[in-house]
């Protein structure tokens, strides 16, 4: 997982900043604050969760698939792997 140590510090900043927008509906869910208010924080916070999934992602194609040195059953493996994820996450 090289791809997730190189950017660690980027991805922390946008996990805590999802936590942030997390921690910001449950107040105002709390608070019984307007549906279009709670919708537009739902929305936010799925795009920072799309987001942080492309980054992480495109780390991992770059670092594994991208890679010269991995041999293709590896490649095969990873492709497999990535499909998987990838189905549970658009579900």
Avoid: F, P, W
């Avoid at 059953?73 to 792997?81: A, L, R, T, V, Y």
């Amino acid at each position: 997982m090289a791809h997730t140590l190189k950017g660690k510090k980027k991805l922390l900043t946008r996990v805590r900043r999802i936590k942030g927008q997390t921690e910001a509906l449950e107040k105002a869910l709390e608070n019984e604050t307007g549906c279009s208010a709670i919708l537009q924080q739902i929305s936010a916070i799925r795009g920072a969760v799309n987001g942080l999934m492309v980054e992480v992602l495109n780390g991992h194609i770059t670092d594994h698939l991208g890679n010269e040195n991995t041999t293709i059953e590896q490649k095969k493996e990873d492709i497999e792997q990535i499909t998987e994820i990838l189905q549970s996450y658009l579900r």
